[in-house]
């Protein structure tokens, strides 16, 4: 059974940092895309990021807009884990943030098969 479990998301002031976390199990890693969506109130959800492929060297990286330049997705295929680095947070990145994936020849799809349940970021001005 495939399993994303986020962990990281917390209240923190505009400017500040935060590490998300996805734990990854019930597949192989290296056949798998991984994203990091969110989805604020009222809003659409949206993707934030993702790596195409988790196999080392193969890992076309992806990001929305609003994330270059202050978010970094990386992983650690060693423990099956992804992460989002954000720095320079904003209000308007308060929101539920997702860690997904789908099989590598589906690509960073908008609509992948397996979801997380979330985690909660929220920054306050």
């Known amino acids: 059974e495939v399993q994303l479990v986020e962990s990281g998301g917390d209240l923190v002031q505009a400017g500040g940092s935060l590490r998300l976390s996805c734990t990854a199990s019930g597949f192989t890693f290296e056949d798998y895309a991984l994203a990091w969506f969110r989805q604020a109130p009222g809003n659409q959800r949206e993707r934030v990021a993702c790596i195409l492929s988790m196999r080392p060297g193969d890992g076309s990286e992806y990001y929305a807009t609003f994330a270059e330049g202050r978010f970094t997705m990386s992983s650690d295929n060693a423990k099956n884990i992804v992460y989002l680095q954000m720095h320079n947070l904003e209000p308007e990145d308060t929101a539920v943030y997702f860690c997904?994936?789908?099989?590598?020849?589906?690509?960073?799809?908008?609509?992948?098969?397996?979801w997380g349940q979330g985690t909660q970021v929220t920054v306050s001005s």
């Open positions: 997904t994936a789908d099989l590598v020849k589906n690509g960073c799809t908008h609509s992948p098969d397996y």
